[in-house]
């Protein structure tokens, strides 16, 4: 047996035909059920051209690509902002001091522990009337995002940077690097490919609940997929516009998961190779 930690046998033959088996199972199962909720909508008229002309209006499609824009505007700007505040509270709760982390400590648990939806909605109407300042929708959904992820990212970052094996920082202490050259130069690279896929599970959680701005009608893809499908001139077609506005969704949630692949690609590449004709490469002969 090998010193290594092993988490779970490898499977056998037996098992491996029982998985195969498992998992055609299950996608037929997946495909059934996905055919079955087409046939019925099929069956209720939603495919008919009527549902689906309004798509070809260029108002609708300029509204759409507002819509598109209102949202892509809200995540961007949200997930550098929560990066920001993840990164600042993170250290803060990773601070000596205990002036710097116990406030942040309590600024990081109050801030998960409130609904985003309570956050947008003390932002966009509690403040302006209680504190007499007007807040924008986009900045009620902005600030709202910022507050809540940005406090789970500094979890995040806070794990990652306490989960390095901490010989790693033993050593750069005794080379004599300050803690702020140890943070950065040794703790942060080697946590950063560790908390990549969490990272961008929390940009994709940003993106979706930007959606959630229709409330205080912020004109992103969910007030207008929700305007559209209301008009009755149009045929009311909530579920053809729902449909569209999804696959808008999944295409922006495809893009992130593209990037990150890319951004991890790079941090695990290695050093490049010598190019040929170094003096690492040139044989030095044997006289």
Not at 96 to 119: I, K, T, Y
Not at 228 to 256: D, E, F, K, R, T
Not at 257 to 283: C, F, N, Y
Request: with cysteine.
């Amino acid at each position: 047996m090998s010193s290594g930690t092993v988490l779970y046998d490898i499977p056998g033959p037996a098992a491996r035909r029982r998985n195969q088996v498992l998992g055609a199972v299950g996608t037929v199962a997946v495909v059934a059920a996905v055919a079955f909720v087409v046939w019925k909508l099929a069956q209720a008229g939603q495919f008919v051209p009527r549902m689906w002309e309004w798509i070809q209006y260029v108002r609708i499609q300029y509204l759409l690509l507002d819509a598109l824009w209102a949202t892509i505007s809200a995540f961007a700007v949200a997930a550098v902002l929560s990066l920001a505040f993840g990164a600042v509270f993170a250290a803060g709760r990773l601070s000596d001091h205990a002036w710097l982390r116990a406030p942040a400590s309590a600024v990081v648990e109050l801030f998960r522990a409130v609904p985003l939806l309570v956050l947008i909605f003390i932002l966009y109407f509690g403040v302006s009337r209680g504190l007499g300042i007007e807040i924008s929708a986009f900045w009620s959904v902005v600030i709202g995002l910022m507050l809540y992820n940005g406090s789970v990212l500094a979890e995040v970052f806070r794990a990652g940077v306490l989960a390095v094996p901490r010989g790693q920082s033993e050593a750069a202490y005794a080379l004599g690097l300050r803690k702020t050259q140890v943070m950065t130069t040794v703790l942060l690279p080697q946590a950063l490919r560790s908390m990549l896929p969490t990272i961008l599970s929390q940009l994709v959680v940003i993106l979706k609940d930007t959606a959630l701005g229709f409330i205080i009608q912020y004109p992103e893809l969910l007030y207008q997929a929700r305007y559209l499908g209301s008009q009755n001139q149009l045929g009311g077609p909530i579920l053809p516009v729902a449909m569209v506005i999804a696959v808008i969704y999944i295409g922006l949630c495809l893009i992130l998961t593209g990037i990150s692949r890319l951004v991890d690609r790079r941090l695990h590449r290695g050093p490049r190779a010598e190019k040929p004709g170094t003096d690492q490469d040139t044989a030095v002969p044997v006289p």
